[in-house]
């Protein structure tokens, strides 16, 4: 086996060399003149190194760190997807990067046009009506979007509707929205084939219940990795019932360019342009939940979205919209990448996406069905993603899988999620992966079975090829030691 990492970087101050500095200062031509002494500090421990060192330091260090352009990285409900790399040059040129957001509407055309072609992409994409590119995430748009539920009943009255449904195998994010803007969160149980338990919706949706019901919050495809059969039907109890629906559009990949979320009734949805229109992301960097809505709820976006009028693009603020939720426009970058990408595919190119993501998700869980079984839904396809549920015994958990892979230089997939799954590895490959890279994964996972069996001791204390061992999580996130000290 390879190890992915050097097993240690030395620190800057274990590579240290007293007089070496990477920095030369100009002659002086002034009169030397000693610092005030209160200036200076008596111990001041700081390593001294040439530039070559200090690069090679960082650069050694970074390459620790896993990447989509490293590594495979399964991550499921991630979608983390090969970036390409044109994304980046149209996000580096200069009119972009240089236009600031208080500049005259006549000088920031171009910038506006593009964002105009997003929301006009993605309205074709999706079928809604409008969009509004304001949100920051994927949380973020779930929460513009369930706002706009809000104020939708608030218009008609219904203060009264403060119920939204939320099925058991929801991301956690949609609850927390949910409870943010002020509603209660009914859970509503899945089934034994992993789908929405019809009887439980339309028991919370009848009679009386019906004048209480805000709305339903649903991820289709489920974070199971399953499409909804019910979807059309489930969609018409909540709108016979009053109530409106909310899409949690933050995966679309195994649907893109195949089915609009609109002709299914869903009357608003976000899309994360970072996961499923390749923005780098992870590490909390700056994403995109453009948010979409249909005739329901087309009025209450937030606001500015941008219009054209002839030749020329300008902000306008929808009627009844539920305000802004960010400062200026939204993270501009991210859209000129999902812009730059949705250019580079093409409208049969974003299709070929949705299906070679659903076709490698298939091909992966059928390599493993027999040492990783996924417990529900094993007997219809997947979609981008599917959960398996190991059980290797010798006390395998999947939390030991996990680490192991690390060895074989793959990051792990989610694990742990959705909670109605034990030992829950949920894995989503996308679709920039090779069929090579699928096999090798696959291998990995069936080499790690048969080590439970013959040496469980080598999960337990995975991973071993990288610099720190296992950690200790609850201490890593309750006391973490934020600094390397020098002596
Ligand atoms: C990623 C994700 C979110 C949250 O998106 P952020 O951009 O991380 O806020 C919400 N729902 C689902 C199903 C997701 O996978």
Redesign the pocket.
């Known amino acids: 086996m390879k190890p992915l990492f050097s097993q240690e970087t030395p620190t800057l101050f274990a590579l240290s060399v007293p007089g070496r500095s990477a920095l030369a200062l100009p002659k002086l031509d002034i009169p030397e003149t000693p610092l005030p002494h209160s200036l200076l500090r008596e111990e001041l421990s700081l390593p001294e190194l040439d530039e070559v060192s200090v690069v090679r330091h960082f650069t050694q260090l970074s390459q620790k760190n896993y990447s989509i352009d490293g590594q495979c990285y399964p991550l499921g409900?991630?979608t983390m997807k090969y970036n390409p790399k044109v994304n980046e040059e149209a996000a580096q040129l200069r009119g972009f990067t240089r236009a600031h957001p208080l500049l005259p509407l006549s000088q920031a055309q171009g910038a506006l046009k593009l964002m105009y072609q997003v929301q006009e992409a993605l309205k074709n994409l999706t079928g809604f009506t409008g969009f509004s590119l304001q949100p920051a995430?994927?949380?973020?748009g779930?929460l513009a979007g369930v706002l706009m539920i809000r104020a939708y009943h608030r218009d008609r009255g219904a203060i009264q509707r403060k119920r939204i449904l939320v099925p058991d195998s929801a991301?956690g994010?949609?609850p927390a929205t949910c409870t943010m803007a002020g509603f209660t969160v009914e859970t509503i149980p899945s089934d034994p084939q992993g789908a929405v338990y019809l009887e439980a919706l339309k028991a919370a949706c009848a009679g009386k219940n019906a004048e209480t019901l805000a709305g339903l919050m649903i991820?289709n495809p489920g974070?199971l990795g399953l499409f909804e059969p019910a979807i059309q039907e489930i969609l018409r109890i909540i709108h016979d019932a009053g109530g409106l629906v909310y899409g949690?559009g933050?995966?679309f990949n195994a649907l893109m360019g195949i089915i609009k979320p609109a002709d299914l009734d869903f009357d608003v949805m976000h899309l994360?342009l970072?996961?499923s229109f390749s923005t780098p992301h992870g590490g909390g960097g700056p994403?995109a939940?453009a948010v979409g809505a249909g005739p329901r709820l087309v009025e209450y976006l937030p606001g500015p979205t941008i219009t054209r009028q002839g030749d020329t693009y300008t902000f306008i603020t929808p009627p009844r919209s539920i305000g802004r939720m960010k400062g200026f426009y939204g993270n501009f970058s991210v859209l000129v990448r999902a812009y730059t990408y949705i250019r580079l595919l093409g409208k049969e190119g974003i299709r070929r996406v949705a299906e070679y993501a659903v076709l490698n998700a298939n091909y992966l869980r059928s390599l493993l069905k027999e040492t990783y079984p996924t417990p529900f839904g094993a007997d219809r396809p997947c979609m981008h993603e599917f959960v398996a549920s190991p059980h290797l015994g010798n006390g395998i958990t999947t939390l030991d899988i996990a680490k192991r892979l690390i060895d074989y230089g793959f990051h792990p997939p989610t694990i742990y999620f959705p909670l109605i799954v034990k030992e829950a590895l949920m894995v989503e490959p996308t679709e920039t992966e090779s069929k090579e890279t699928l096999d090798a994964f696959a291998a990995a996972l069936i080499t790690i079975a048969q080590e439970a069996k013959t040496q469980p001791e080598l999960l337990k204390t995975a991973p071993h090829t990288t610099p720190v061992g296992r950690l200790d999580e609850v201490a890593a996130a309750r006391k973490p030691v934020l600094r390397v000290r020098g002596c």
């Open positions: 409900s991630c995430a994927g949380a973020q779930e991301h994010t949609n991820t974070t949690d933050a995966n994360n970072h996961k994403g939940g």
